[in-house]
T-cell receptor, first 113, second 110 residues
Framework: AQSVAQPEDQVNVAEGNPLTVKCTYS??????LFWYVQYPNRGLQFLLK??????LVKGSYGFEAEFNKSQTSFHLKKPSALVSDSALYFC???????????FGTGTRLKVLA | SQTIHQWPATLVQPVGSPLSLECTVE??????LYWYRQAAGRGLQLLFY??????ISSEVPQNLSASRPQDRQFILSSKKLLLSDSGFYLC?????????FGSGTRLTVV
């Protein structure tokens, strides 16, 4: 069965510092991996995805994520955090053989000025 | 480009009243459609998904139902709302490479 874990409920980081939001997954086939961001009372917005190819994926707003097959991880990173990056971040996985996407429980990122 | 329209944006309903939330999509045909609920601003729970007209899969037993009367229309319903139905409801559609989400409906059952 598919599953996704975001082990941190909240991540605090100072503005200008690098940030990492962690995600690990479990699928039986090949994973399709995604990161989404949600601002208060809004729908989710797509940040980036990994389907195949380069393990380092670059996305919107300066975010990137690294697919690590051996560790079954897809951590979200940004070299220099902005206060405006403060939001709720969701990792999602889809097994290549199914229609269903499974979301993690979300990690609240707080960037402090 | 693909667009999802979801309404209403907010809704306050008394316990025991019916519910109908509508979602329509543009810019694609035969989309896979999904209803999610997000409680207390956290994790997303998949409620229903549909791969075609009249085809509904339910992920969790609950007080809600879904219907897909047209290719680009997905409706979430309840005959009698419970307090526990309060939450933020999101419609989504997907192609091969990820989701597009609607803007959400915040439902408060009082």
């Amino acid at each position: 069965a598919q599953s996704v874990a975001q082990p941190e409920d909240q991540v605090n980081v100072a503005e200008g510092n690098p940030l990492t939001v962690k995600c690990t997954y479990s699928v039986s086939g090949n994973p399709y991996l995604f990161w989404y961001v949600q601002y208060p009372n809004r729908g989710l917005q797509f940040l980036l995805k990994y389907i195949t190819g380069d393990n380092l994926v670059k996305g919107s707003y300066g975010f990137e994520a690294e697919f690590n097959k051996s560790q079954t991880s897809f951590h979200l990173k940004k070299p220099s955090a902005l206060v405006s990056d403060s939001a709720l971040y969701f990792c999602a996985v889809r097994d290549s053989g199914t229609y269903k996407y499974i979301f993690g429980t979300g990690t609240r990122l707080k960037v402090l000025a | 480009s693909q667009t999802i329209h979801q309404w209403p944006a907010t809704l306050v309903q008394p316990v025991g009243s019916p519910l109908s939330l509508e979602c329509t999509v543009e810019g694609t045909s035969n989309p896979n459609l999904y209803w999610y609920r997000q409680a207390a601003g956290r994790g997303l729970q998949l409620l229903f998904y549909s791969v075609g007209i009249g085809q509904i899969s339910s992920e969790v037993p609950q007080n809600l139902s879904a219907s897909r009367p047209q290719d680009r229309q997905f409706i979430l319903s309840s005959k009698k709302l419970l307090l526990s139905d309060s939450g933020f409801y999101l419609c989504a559609q997907t192609g091969l490479y990820g989701y597009t989400f609607g803007s959400g409906t915040r439902l408060t059952v009082v």
